[in-house]
């Protein structure tokens, strides 16, 4: 089995879901026979979300470049951001250290051509929504993404930000996001939605969305199983 490495911390609740899935999720697959061998380089989240917020990309790009060289001379041969904003520089970091990073933006893109989605509605943070790292691979593939409107967006971003990032979860967000769902549904008819935080599936989830998910996590996870074992 393969050394997984992770850059974590961004946020620590997703990492924790990585973490703990990881040795579950192999632990099963293997009978009881093995769990990962598993490295986590955890960054400082208000430092880096500092970087992305005011645009210090080359800094972001340096500083998790440092965390995935880390895992690199620690062994580790399976790596991955577990956060799809700080993808905002992912083509830095890997032309930086030379590792091929397990994209979630690319897992993600395939589970949604292997679903035969053409429209999907993609949520997280601002970052992500209103920039093109989380989209490139599905509009190449011919997929149509969709974001909810400036104001929604910036709903979205806030409960990320405040509750989500900090394990905070309510009912009340969860009514909000599912009406958002239903508004760019009518408005374009959107087959699926993208959990393009790593937090989301902390919200949201196949029973309680009113459309199908690509949970990100799950969806990365999956890919990061198929590498390791």
């Not at 879901?17 to 986590?40: F, W």
């Not at 060289?69 to 991955?80: D, F, S, T």
Request: proline fraction near 3%; hydrophobic fraction near 40%; charged fraction near 25%.
């Amino acid at each position: 089995m393969k050394k997984i490495g992770l850059v974590g911390g961004t946020g620590p609740e997703s990492t924790l879901m990585y973490y703990k899935e990881l040795n579950s999720r192999i632990d099963a697959l293997t009978d009881g026979k093995a769990m990962p061998d598993l490295a986590v380089e955890s960054v400082d989240f208000r430092k880096a979300w500092a970087q992305v917020s005011e645009g210090r990309y080359a800094e972001l790009a340096d500083y998790l470049s440092e965390k995935v060289n880390a895992l690199k001379l620690g062994g580790g041969e399976v790596i991955a951001l577990t956060a799809a904003t700080m993808h905002i520089v992912y083509d830095e970091i890997t032309e930086k250290t030379g590792v091929p990073l397990v994209s979630i933006p690319k897992a993600v893109c395939e589970e949604a051509v292997s679903r035969g989605y053409k429209t999907v509605g993609l949520l997280g943070t601002v970052f992500t929504m209103e920039q093109d790292y989380m989209k490139k691979d599905l509009t190449a593939a011919g997929i149509k993404i969709v974001v909810p409107d400036e104001e929604d967006r910036l709903l979205v971003a806030k409960r990320i930000y405040e509750e989500l990032e900090n394990g905070i979860v309510k009912e009340s967000t969860l009514c909000e996001f599912n009406v958002i769902l239903s508004k760019m549904k009518a408005e374009s008819d959107i087959e699926a939605v993208i959990l393009g935080c790593t937090e989301l599936p902390l919200l949201l989830t196949p029973k309680n969305c009113i459309l199908p998910v690509l949970d990100s996590v799950d969806i990365h996870l999956n890919k990061l199983i198929q590498l390791s074992v």
